[in-house]
């Protein structure tokens, strides 16, 4: 459905995790892949297919799918939670500068001010000051 062939013989390992502060939604799930080629063709294929919901991945008649409601669903790394803050802390603060790029690559934290404009790369908060 997201245009990328997985068997599961691709798949290291899977399991769901809590959330931080607990609420009503399912628990993420982690699917680790046999390579980091096959995860970044997933994430970018997710990427383009933003829309996706439930209902078109599993059907409608899928018991899953239905209790869902047609919810939106996002395919995004797993971050430690370190990286976790940084990253809304990063968010957080170029939200605030105008910055028009934050995002994930490689469980690094990367951020641009706009089209034109160099990459900021952040590895700590420290790093924050940057921006």
């Known amino acids: 459905m997201i245009g990328v062939d997985i068997k599961a013989s691709d798949i ?4 769901r ?12 799930i982690v699917l680790q892949l046999t390579t980091r080629r096959l995860r970044d063709d997933m994430i970018a294929a997710a990427s383009s297919r933003r829309t996706l919901t439930t209902t078109q991945l599993f059907g409608s008649a899928n018991s899953a799918a239905a209790t869902a409601q047609n919810t939106r669903f996002y395919i995004n790394e797993h971050l430690t939670l370190k990286n976790k803050v940084l990253f809304s802390n990063a968010r957080q603060l170029a939200k605030s500068k105008g910055y028009k790029f934050v995002w994930v690559k490689n469980s ?3 951020l641009r001010k706009n089209d034109d404009s160099r ?12 921006i």
Not at 17 to 28: F, L, Q, T
Not at 119 to 130: A, E
């Open 12 to 15: 290291r390992s899977v399991h």
């Open 119 to 130: 990459v900021i790369h952040i590895r700590c908060t420290n790093d924050l000051s940057k």
């Open 108 to 110: 690094c934290i990367l």
């Open 17 to 28: 995790v809590a959330p931080k502060v607990p609420n009503d939604r399912p628990k993420n």
